[in-house]
């Protein structure tokens, strides 16, 4: 059984192993790109979010390989993701393609359906075979957090780094660890190779009141896929600030399964600024939680937000909406910074919006330090 799933940034070793692990071939379609895009931009609805467009792609590629085995996650809304498979599963008929769609259903992992996913993946359908599930569970769970690891010490060490290019030289080399390791030992070893390989690049270290600290967040897909974002956060990094994202593929695994308590920690500080419209519950996309992120950075003292999202992502606009009012109104002091993403978005205008705004945080930075600051 070949199968194959969309490309999203670094996840794909956790989730490769979720399908050799239970015995299935994988089919790993190219990171994101121009070309591949050409597919899911012609066969897409035009106004339908810019994740599914990308993830369109993906299967046109596989399935043009010979591919016939597509596995994708669903959730049971509140906003379009929820119909993404159903979708892109007629599109794909349509087009004449003959293949048989597994869904992942996300929207509460509590309820164990992915188990009818992954026995629905493997051959061997004995008993046995629960051993062998719960095994491949644990290692994609332990590849995801190792992921969250390097990428985490990627956004904060570029900033940092003397000869540039170390840093994404050393990320996609900790990724490729990370594929490479397939058993709980080798991976439990990995935790501490990959800070070694981080301690191994150059670094410039420099002052607190020097180095601009921002927090990126957003829509999980273009937040995650460095195609999607127009690696973003390698540019804010090579402008000199160091980055902090908690979103990850493993932060929204553990928040699925009920236990991620730093998630409930941003719904309560977003549920308690009611009064100025912070959000009571889980819109879709990421809104409820880059809200949250937003009020933890201004709480802590950091100098940026960079919130990002595909383009007419409805949930996400609805919280920069509040966001824009919320520093406008002077309830937060740290300015945010939007980026809507879809195939239409340049690269030279990004460039010059983030370097106007990081202009913008060492002017603010600096009045600041000097006693100036906003009032
Ligand atoms: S979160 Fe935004 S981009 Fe993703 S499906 Fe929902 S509306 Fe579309």
Not at 40 to 53: A, D, I, N, Q
Not at 73 to 80: F, H, I, L, M, V
Not at 109 to 116: A, H
Request: glycine fraction near 8%; include cysteine.
């Amino acid at each position: 059984m070949k199968v194959t799933f969309p490309h999203m940034g670094n996840c794909w070793p956790a989730f490769k192993v979720l399908c050799t692990g239970v015995g299935a071939e994988v089919y790993l379609p190219d990171p994101n790109n121009v070309k591949q895009l050409d597919a899911g931009l012609k066969h897409s609805p035009e106004w339908v979010c810019f994740p599914f467009k990308v993830t369109l792609s993906n299967f046109i590629e596989a399935l043009d390989e010979g591919v016939d085995n597509l596995v994708m996650a669903t959730d049971c809304g509140p906003c379009r993701f929820g119909f993404y498979y159903a979708v892109q599963e007629r599109i794909l008929r349509d087009l004449g393609y003959d293949f048989k769609m597994y869904y992942l259903p996300q929207g509460d992992l509590l309820d164990f359906k992915w188990i009818k996913l992954l026995k629905a993946l493997s051959e061997d359908k004995s008993l046995l075979n629960y051993f062998r599930i719960f095994r491949t569970a644990r290692l994609f769970l332990m590849k995801s957090q190792l992921i969250q690891t390097v990428e985490k010490l990627e956004g904060k060490i570029r900033c940092y780094e003397v000869n540039k290019g170390d840093t994404t030289h050393t990320l996609n080399k900790c990724i490729q660890l990370i594929d490479d390791a397939n058993t709980f030992n080798e991976l439990n070893k990995l935790r501490k190779r990959i800070k070694n390989e981080f301690d191994k690049i150059e670094i410039n270290k420099r002052d607190n009141n020097e180095i601009l600290k921002v927090g990126l967040s957003g829509e999980i897909q273009v937040t995650l896929d460095p195609f999607v974002n127009h690696d973003i956060k390698r540019k804010l990094g090579e402008l000199g600030c160091e980055v902090h994202m908690n979103l990850s593929l493993y932060d929204w695994i553990k928040h699925k399964f009920h236990v991620n308590f730093h998630r409930k920690y941003l719904e309560y500080l977003n549920k308690s600024q009611k009064n100025i419209g912070g959000l009571q519950m889980d819109i879709g996309g990421e809104a409820f939680w880059v809200m949250g992120e937003y009020i933890d950075y201004a709480q802590r003292g950091f100098d940026g937000f960079v919130h990002i999202y595909p383009f007419t992502c409805m949930p996400e606009i609805t919280a920069k909406s509040i966001l824009t009012k919320w520093y406008g109104n002077k309830y937060f002091d740290i300015p945010p910074i939007f980026f809507g993403f879809d195939e239409h978005s340049g690269e030279a205008g990004l460039i010059t919006r983030l370097e106007s705004y990081v202009d913008l945080l060492k002017n603010k930075k600096e009045k600041k330090n000097n006693g100036n600051g906003r009032k």
